[in-house]
């Protein structure tokens, strides 16, 4: 028999609650198998997304737009729904729900997720007609209906609601007045600086301001005709709205006996002080925090749910919030603590003529706050790189110029999402417009980047447009867009980071995947092809002489050792080391094509020759015959060292300084066949010229006359990415100490998929420099590790399948019929 | 009536791996689990045709290795909010041989 769990608030954070507990449903039906499910809502309508009541009141969206769970979605997973029916009293000793209509409905397990009130200023006239708060769709209808049938409104608080509410209000025809207590608008999102540019531009726009207006009473008959203030002063009003603040509604669970203080208190499982009865959303006080924003309650939700399916480790441990406001033709962001204490210190960047502003608030070069206004397109990258306290001295010059992420290829100079045409392509990969994008966002009350990408495919290639995707996400669903969180797990089959993967690996010792799936409780039985590669490298980096290589978890080009294409035929590009070849190679290369019937070669980037059109039965015959004329495997194909890359060098060019190309070909057989997290290419040029482009590669030499310049993490494709200089060094010898050490640092500590470009921008170059360049113990023992883990990379893959191993892979069966 | 046909040893697969088996007309991936279920699809992915034998398997789905769609094994059919079906085969395996039934299941 299942247990009864109950939901009181049939709103966004409990409802949520119970999706995310359905997504734990192991028997394949849909709803709960552990619980048989009623809802009792106050409202008359299913779940709707309440963060879209401001573009409903604008006019910009439909009420049926905004409906996240219709009537049939919970018919589908057998939920019972109560709507329109408040529950009146909580008897924990019966474990029975009274609602007002008088129904006793049972429960085990109970969810609280009550949300809150808009507090009502308690001034004389308050309970007057046309006084108002905004909060749920019967408040918009009100607002609707008034703009119909009257002029003037003002809006009490300008606040993040209160200027969403006047802009609703204003779009509906009303003139509006918005009224502040306070000098500043939205002064808990914006400095003052801010908080000017947004009031010009609204004011611009025919809204009228009061500031530093004290409500007094509302005055009228029955209805509301005007505002007094504390001054004597008024205003006239037909319509109020008082958008001051919420309040946690816990009236409920407090009248219950459950403990309760600003909120209904609950601890890191989202469990209340009666361990039968759970509370997410704004009814709760966790940490002494409240939350309002609808991020925050999700990852509450996400939690509780965990618990009530019994599977739960997961802890909540609060939220850092952005906000954005939803006032089309407005960018604005902030987040942090973005008004400067004493010892902080402050980059700014103002420009008033185009209306940009932006402030980031720095305490020992790691981001506190920021506040963004006009030019809001690094608010994600802010964010991120507050939340990820990163050391940021080593861009510190240029922070606030943004990460460039925009003006990569395929994106054009896009600056501004919110000035889109809806026609515009923001996914030169798959497609997809702003427009797809946003109809998908709300068609399917869409909060997470993943949903974005699962739905449109926007994003899911090679992810130049994330930073584009998730400006749209946060413009359009407004504070409810969900940022990465803290804690990004690898994938669904767990809740674990990356980090948390490669610290447990080393620390715990664990040396096989089913190992590692049972000591950080995944969620699958054999994990799935995001997490599986992962976990396959990360044991494979960290144990090189134990680790047993799982076929079966390599991408398919790993596992074949060739390139897949689009039609199912492979590509081979042969090793040559450092870009040099011989006659003879070339012959053999040639009789290789002849032989196998190539049907096109090609001189790469990096200097190889790739042939295409292989046949997948013919590669461990192609393969020897390319072995015993010398070559061994170029690695295209994988996440592993690709090629050195050289210019002409000194033998010839009359520029060159030292044999760079000889260093070339040595840095290659020090390298080659070591797999990585991502591809992983070098480059040697003899001069400063630079004619082997050494200065976007993931590792590059540049010779010079005393030496040699060693630059780290640059790549050019998608986003290119300059390297940075990692040092100087006078002997070849140093050169390859070097890159074993540095290639070896990035092998142990990089995320899988991650390559060294953003590795080195996550993890700051600094952190880099402290072990591989000063620390000369260090960089032995890393050089030390890269060589040992060489010992067992470097055996040729392809001579190995050409002498027979893994022939099943390549031996088709054939039937007749 | 079934028409089966012996097509391998279920040890000549991979564990969460496949085979491709070829007929005149098609090529057919078989795929066994880590359980050792075994399913057969046509080798070709509805979104562009990409060879799922090649694929990563994982649970009772596989994933197309061209771009990431998750194909159940069982029905043939696109997981996620991607839209689409395979023909799937029905299978069965007797003192450790693979049989497939070369009829077209039904469509689900």
């Avoid at chain 1, 039968?276 to 409240?290: D, F, K, L, P």
């Avoid at chain 1, 909060?447 to 090679?462: G, Y």
Wanted: charged share 25%; net charge negative.
């Amino acid at each position: 028999m299942k247990e009864k769990l109950v939901l009181i608030g049939n709103g966004m954070a409990g409802v949520r609650a119970l999706e995310e507990l359905f997504k734990h449903n192991t028997s394949g039906e849909s709803g709960s198998d552990l619980y048989d499910i009623t809802v009792i809502g106050s409202e008359p309508h299913p779940n709707y997304n309440r963060i879209m009541l401001s573009p409903v009141l604008a006019g910009e969206k439909t009420i049926n737009e905004i409906i996240l769970n219709s009537t049939e979605w919970y018919e589908e997973n057998n939920i019972s729904l109560i709507t329109g029916d408040a529950a009146k009293e909580i008897s924990r000793v019966k474990k029975v729900i009274v609602t007002e209509s008088g129904d006793e409905i049972p429960y085990d397990r109970l969810l609280i997720a009550t949300g809150s009130n808009p507090f009502i200023i308690p001034v004389p006239g308050a309970d007057r007609e046309g006084v108002l708060g905004f909060r749920d769709i019967h408040d918009v209808d009100v607002m609707i209906d008034a703009a119909r049938n009257y002029k003037k409104a003002v809006v009490i608080g300008g606040g993040l609601l209160g200027l969403e509410a006047a802009n609703g209000l204003m779009k509906q025809g009303m003139y509006v007045t918005v009224v502040h207590l306070l000098d500043s608008l939205m002064e808990r999102q914006l400095d003052k600086p801010a908080s000017a540019l947004l009031k010009a531009s609204l004011e611009q726009r025919g809204m009228k301001f009061l500031m530093e207006a004290q409500t007094a009473e509302i005055v009228g008959d029955k209805r509301v005709t005007g505002v007094r203030f504390a001054d004597g002063s008024e205003a006239e009003a037909d319509l109020v709205v008082m958008a001051v603040g919420i309040r946690p509604n816990f009236e409920l669970a407090q009248q219950s006996g459950i403990y309760c203080e600003r909120g209904i208190v609950v601890n890191d499982t989202m469990q209340t002080y009666d361990p039968t009865i759970y509370a997410v959303g704004e009814c709760v006080q966790h940490r002494n925090e409240c939350y309002g924003l609808v991020a925050p309650l999700f990852e509450q939700a996400k939690v509780a749910a965990n618990h009530l399916a019994q599977v739960g480790s997961t802890r909540y441990i609060g939220s850092m919030t952005s906000t954005k406001l939803k006032v089309t033709g407005i960018d604005l962001f902030s987040a942090g603590e973005f008004n400067e204490e004493e010892g902080d210190e402050v980059l700014q960047l103002q420009d008033v003529s185009s209306g940009v502003y932006k402030k980031l608030v720095l305490k020992d070069n790691v981001i506190k706050g920021t506040v963004m206004y006009g030019d809001t397109m690094d608010g994600t990258w802010y964010f991120s790189l507050m939340r990820d306290k990163t050391n940021i001295a080593d861009f510190r010059k240029t922070i606030l110029f943004g990460q460039h992420d925009l003006g990569d290829a395929g994106h054009g100079d896009k600056t501004s999402v919110m000035s889109l045409p809806d026609d515009a392509e923001i996914c030169g990969c798959n497609g997809v417009s702003k427009g797809d994008i946003v109809q998908a966002i709300s068609k399917n009350g869409i909060f997470t980047l993943e949903e974005v990408q699962a739905h449109t495919k926007a994003s899911s290639s090679c992810g130049s447009c994330t930073g584009l995707v998730e400006s749209i996400l946060a413009s359009t669903v407004g504070e409810g867009y969900t940022e990465t969180p803290s804690k990004k797990p690898i994938c669904k089959c767990t809740d674990c980071s990356h980090d948390e993967v490669i610290d447990a690996i080393k620390d715990h010792e664990l040396k096989t995947m089913p190992a590692v799936r049972e000591f950080l409780e995944w969620k699958t039985p054999d994990g799935c092809a995001a997490c599986r590669p992962a976990l396959n490298y990360y044991l494979m980096a960290r144990w090189p002489e134990e680790y047993q290589d799982d076929a079966q978890s390599r991408f398919i080009n790993e596992r074949v050792h060739g390139n897949i294409q689009k039609d199912g035929t492979y590509s081979v590009v042969p090793r040559m080391f450092g870009g040099l070849v011989k006659p003879d190679e070339l012959r053999a290369i040639a009789d290789v094509c002849d032989k196998f019937d190539v049907p096109e070669m090609k001189v790469t980037g990096g200097q190889r020759i790739d042939l295409f059109g292989i046949k997948k039965e013919d590669l461990p015959a192609m393969w020897k015959d390319l072995t015993d004329a010398g070559f061994v495997s170029g690695h295209a194909y994988g996440k592993a060292m690709r090629t050195v890359k050289t210019c002409a060098g000194k033998t010839w060019c009359r520029f060159g300084t030292q044999n760079s190309t000889r260093l070339g070909v040595k840095l290659e057989e020090l390298t080659w066949g070591s797999y990585m997290q991502h591809k992983f290419k070098l480059a040697v040029s003899g001069c400063p010229r630079n004619c082997a482009e050494a200065t976007i590669k993931d590792f590059g030499v540049v010779c010079v006359d005393s030496g040699y310049e060693l630059h780290v993490g640059g790549n050019g494709g998608i986003k290119v990415r300059v390297t940075d200089l990692l040092c100087k060094v006078e002997t070849e010898e140093e050169v390859l100490e070097y890159c074993g050490a540095f290639t070896q640092k990035y092998r142990e500590e990089a995320h899988y998929l991650e390559r060294t470009a953003p590795w080195v921008e996550r993890v700051g170059l600094s952190s880099i420099k402290e072990v591989v360049v000063d620390n000369a113990e260090e960089r032995k023992a890393l050089y030390e590790r890269f060589k040992l883990s060489q010992k067992y990379a470097q055996i040729d893959p392809w001579k190995e399948r050409a002498d027979g191993a893994a022939s099943h892979e390549f031996t088709p069966l054939k039937i007749a019929g | 009536m079934s028409n089966w046909t012996e097509v391998v040893a279920l040890d000549d697969i991979p564990q969460l791996g496949s085979r491709v088996v070829t007929t005149d007309t098609m090529k057919i991936a078989v795929f066994r689990t880590s359980t050792d279920e075994v399913f057969a699809m046509k080798d070709e992915c509805p979104h562009k045709q990409g060879p799922l034998s090649q694929g990563i398997v994982h649970g009772t789905s596989v994933t197309c290795p061209l771009h990431n769609w998750k194909i159940d094994l069982a029905s043939g059919e696109a997981l996620g909010p991607d839209e689409g079906c395979t023909n799937v085969f029905p299978v069965k395996i007797e003192s450790g041989m693979v049989y497939i039934s070369f009829r077209i299941a039904e469509a689900a």
